[in-house]
């Protein structure tokens, strides 16, 4: 099909919550991460540069909680899956999540716009390596040897997320916007729908998460629950039926 005939793009925009019923803790709800941990002395610059070993340590244990999660995707994961393989038009994942259960769940088109576990970045070099190994202050670099310069390729608070150019690209195709289990607190992902939104005057903009997250006037639809019971029939709505 010539591009000028393709229907509109789909994006669905992903945090926390979708990941949840995989077993994975949520940041900003009861006993989610940041209740348990101060952000701004593990995922801050400034805590780098203050104590390298505690921000290291913070990211080296939660990446044992998704080890002892034993992370499956999940029906919502999988429903956005067969959403890109049954819409004749595009449909990108944008994820705030850096777990890999979008594209174990088969989604080919996946943006981790705050990076991805199990990848290491160098601060001096900024050689970007596979690597579940735990990090330290005493980590080498293996590019440059620079010592103490690793840590995880994970965007922290106050750092530009990562493919921006490719996600606006994506926002400008966009005619439906799911936003699916997050808060809606952290930008520029919160301002998505709105660029959306005033990019194209006809898109709709759809919020699925476990309850209101006090947003309601930037979406024309809300569904609350657990995204394992409101994805999936919400798929299977836009396929049969579409969105308008
Ligand atoms: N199904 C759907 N939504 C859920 C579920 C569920 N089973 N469980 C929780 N939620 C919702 C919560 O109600 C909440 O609104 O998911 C949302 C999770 O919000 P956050 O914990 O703030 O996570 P997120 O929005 O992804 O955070 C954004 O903040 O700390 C940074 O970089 C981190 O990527 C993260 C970003």
Known sequence: MHQDFLPPGIVALTGAGISKESGIDT?????GLWQRFDLEEVATME???RDKKKVLDFYNDTRRMFRA????????????????????????VITQNIDPLHEQAGSQRVIHMHGRDGEIRCMSCGTVTESDADLSPASVCPHCKAVGELRPNIVWFGEMPM???????????????????TSGDVYPAAGFVLQVRRHNRRARA?????????????????????????????????????WK
């Open 27 to 31: 940041f900003r709800d009861e006993g």
């Open 47 to 49: 805590a780098w540069h």
């Open 69 to 92: 999660a034993h992370m499956a995707p999940n029906a919502a994961h999988k429903a956005l899956a067969l959403l890109e393989r049954k819409y004749e038009g595009e449909v990108t």
């Open 163 to 181: 493919h921006m150019d490719e996600i606006d690209a994506v926002l400008e195709r966009c005619g439906l916007f799911l936003s699916i289990g």
């Open 206 to 242: 759809v919020e699925l998460n476990l309850e209101p997250t006090g947003n309601e006037t930037l979406f024309h639809e809300h569904i609350y629950g657990p995204a394992t019971l409101t994805v999936p029939p919400y798929v299977e709505r836009v396929l049969a039926y579409g």
